[in-house]
């Protein structure tokens, strides 16, 4: 069978697809597994609880609407019955949208109104439709005097802080529209320890880049906290970046899938801020529900009506069932409470805990720890490794241990004379502690055995 050209470069196997399946091989394998791969979030029983609850209540709705004809008609377009029983409109389920606007207005000075927030099926859907919206082929406003045919102009996301979440990658219909500044890297103490570094945007590189001065920049995006590393991008960065999206006329994108108000997994003490030039992608996944598919884009209006109409023509409309369960917490502030309360800790904790198994498997060989400053992640940079972390992959693999190697967290960027790149691994923390414990012992076996053969 024939496949078009858009039908070719979405089904390329690439070198992450490769991993992916391992991965979830990995997950349906009858061996045990140290899975310190994947993106799951942890299950924590407090949430898990809470949401339990939450699809009871669901049902009690749906089976009292269904006895009783009169509550079907009161709260027709309320009942979780109606809702998921009706296709929303594209800009996504109503109700769900008037509870966020609501919340955002609650806990920040944003002014939003319903107009401000489309739903998508995730937020990696959001993703692919902003890169899109913003990356690739721009018409250019300028026709040449001498030929009146359209001119198009190729623009980039730019990517102020690599390594980047893996998931960008692939997501331009047409080739990979991504242009990424390399970090500065600083050696920093953590909880009074030393052994750990923190990437900072290099702004003289940025703000020197031709392709932004060119107008070939479509749009800026960072994740914060970032997954891979668990950076959180300082409130002086962000507002640095907001300034050069703004000179340059081009929308700032966060993805805020680990940020505040939920799922809150950030350590460090940052704000977070909107406006209308601002871009904000949210994500029930990382509260504990990724299956629901629920993302939430708050935005300017003409960019949710860009989304609502993208989602007609993908989606016809997003799932309302995410924002059945998501409503009742949002409108109550459970969801804030929950992310606060147990999910913050959670992660925190795990992190502790990380580094101390890390410090004692490797503590006396060169491993150098991103200082953890949120996301479930994280990044080990093992300097001078002998091989590079695509092989020690390969060969923690073999051991029953899945972690995902740096080289494709740099989308944009041509990883081959750049050896850092090669010298890091991104590992979860959201197992459980056995597993952790298991896979750290794994990790600190085969990189000691590398650097001591090595000496
Ligand atoms: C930084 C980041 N952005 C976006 C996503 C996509 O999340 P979802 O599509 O589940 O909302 C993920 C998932 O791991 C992520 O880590």
């Known amino acids: ?15 992450i697809s490769q991993l992916m399946d391992d991965l979830g091989d990995a997950l349906k394998s009858d061996q045990p597994v140290n899975m310190l791969g994947g993106g799951n979030p942890a299950r924590i029983d ?22 009783d004809a009169s509550i079907k008609e009161k709260h027709s377009d309320n009942t979780a019955l109606n809702s998921m029983s009706n296709y929303s409109n594209p800009q996504g389920d109503a109700a769900f949208i008037d509870a966020l606007v609501e919340f955002f207005n609650r806990h920040y000075d944003w002014n939003l109104s319903a107009d401000n927030i489309a739903l998508t099926n995730g937020s990696q859907n959001a993703f692919f439709y ?24 190729d623009k980039s996301i730019l990517l102020p802080l690599a390594p980047e979440y893996i998931g960008y990658s692939d997501v331009h219909v047409d080739g990979q529209h991504f242009m990424s500044v390399l970090p500065h890297i600083d050696e920093v103490s953590h909880d009074g320890e030393e052994g750990f570094f923190k990437y900072r945007v290099d702004f003289e590189a940025l703000e020197n880049l ?33 300034e050069i999206a703004k000179r340059y006329d081009v929308p700032l994108i966060i993805d805020n899938a680990y940020g505040m108000p939920f799922p809150n997994i950030i350590y460090s003490d940052v704000q977070l801020s909107w406006d209308d030039n601002t871009i904000l992608c949210f994500s029930l996944s990382k509260i504990g529900l990724p299956g629901v598919r629920t993302g939430v884009i708050v935005a300017a209006p003409e960019v949710i009506a860009a989304v609502s109409a993208m989602n007609a023509v993908v989606n016809l409309a997003p799932t309302r069932f995410g924002a059945a369960i998501a409503k009742p917490l949002v409108e109550n502030d459970r969801i ?28 006396d060989y060169p491993l150098m720890i991103h200082k953890p400053e949120g996301a479930i992640f994280f990044w080990l940079w093992f300097k001078d490794l002998p091989i590079t972390t695509l092989e020690l992959y390969e060969r923690l693999k073999d051991k029953g241990t899945l972690i995902v190697p740096s080289q494709f967290f740099f989308p944009g960027v041509d990883v081959s004379d750049y050896q850092h790149a090669h010298e890091c691994i991104r590992m979860s923390i959201a197992a459980d502690e056995q597993t952790l414990t298991d896979g750290i012992a794994v990790i600190g076996e085969v990189v000691r055995e590398l650097y001591d053969k090595a000496k």
């Open 1 to 15: 069978m024939k496949f078009s050209k858009f039908g070719q470069k979405f089904t390329q196997p690439t070198g």
């Open 46 to 67: 407090a949430v898990n609880e809470v949401f339990l609850q939450t699809y009871q209540a669901l049902g009690q709705d749906i089976l009292n609407a269904e006895r």
């Open 130 to 153: 902003l890169f899109n919206l913003f990356g690739g082929a721009f018409s250019d406003n300028k026709l040449d005097e001498h030929n009146s045919d359209e001119q198009t102009v």
């Open 210 to 242: 031709p392709a932004l001065k060119e107008g070939r920049i479509g749009a800026i995006c960072c994740s914060r906290p970032t997954n891979p590393t668990g950076n959180v991008l300082t409130d002086e960065e962000m507002e640095h970046l907001a």
């Open 336 to 363: 804030k409470q929950l992310s606060d309360n147990d999910i913050k800790p959670f992660y925190q904790q795990q992190a502790k805990l990380a580094v101390r198994l890390l410090k004692e498997a490797l503590g």
